[in-house]
């Protein structure tokens, strides 16, 4: 079954959904549900050890060399 959700809101004209959205349904009949969307929902807090990772000290190492290679000034560039 193929579905798409559209987030909108229901304004005194209706509702616009671009054709674009819908074409895949072209000639084809459809069911249309509409279901308020409870806006006081939280999502959960994120923490930044959620998207922590490892890596090896020999990866850790030369990612260390490459970052020091980078701050270093050539003054013949800028001649």
């Not at 999502?43 to 930044?48: D, G």
């Not at 890596?55 to 000034?73: G, P, T, V």
């Amino acid at each position: 079954m193929e579905a798409i959700r559209i987030n909108d809101i229901v304004g005194t004209d209706g509702i616009f959904i671009d054709i674009k959205k819908i074409e895949q349904f072209k000639n084809k009949k459809v069911e249309i549900i509409i279901l308020p969307v409870d806006e006081t929902k939280k999502t959960k807090q994120k923490n930044v050890q959620d998207f922590a990772g490892s890596i090896s000290e020999k990866d850790a190492k030369e990612m260390l060399i490459a970052m020091d290679e980078c701050r270093k000034i050539d003054a013949g560039e800028w001649k």
